[in-house]
């Protein structure tokens, strides 16, 4: 079993930056996809990035290409979600996920470990 806790969300600008963190109790550097999804009031839960750890490869949602930044600190099992020039349709509750699998799936419905959420608001 493993836990997860976000930190890092607030309210900004839009155009500003915020970085978010994921703190596993486990290691994350062994076949294990971590990533980030948002989910918006009334809106469907998505997804925004996702690493496999073993080798540090990311992928990103188009929406936030060239805007975010999935990466990870092995040493501290933690999963950074830097996140640049913010827009209003950004805000939304950012859960960190977790999965024991060779590829990262692309829907949330494959990953069974999840943090309590973060809320993020960009005015």
């Known amino acids: 079993h493993v836990q997860l806790v976000e930190s890092g969300g607030g309210s900004v600008q839009a155009g500003g930056s915020l970085i978010l963190s994921c703190a596993s109790s486990g290691a994350i550097d062994s076949r294990q996809c971590m990533g980030w999804f948002r989910q918006a009031p009334g809106k469907e839960r998505e997804r925004v990035a996702t690493i496999y750890t073993r080798v540090g490869s990311p992928d990103y949602a188009d929406s936030v290409k060239g805007r975010f930044t999935i990466s990870q600190d092995n040493a501290k099992n933690t999963v950074y979600l830097q996140m640049n020039s913010l827009k209003p349709e950004d805000t939304a509750m950012y859960f960190c996920?977790?999965?024991?699998?060779?590829?990262?799936?692309?829907?949330?419905?494959?990953?069974?470990?999840w943090g309590q959420g973060t809320q993020v608001t960009v005015s």
């Open positions: 996920a977790a999965a024991y699998i060779n590829s990262c799936p692309r829907t949330s419905d494959g990953y069974p470990f």
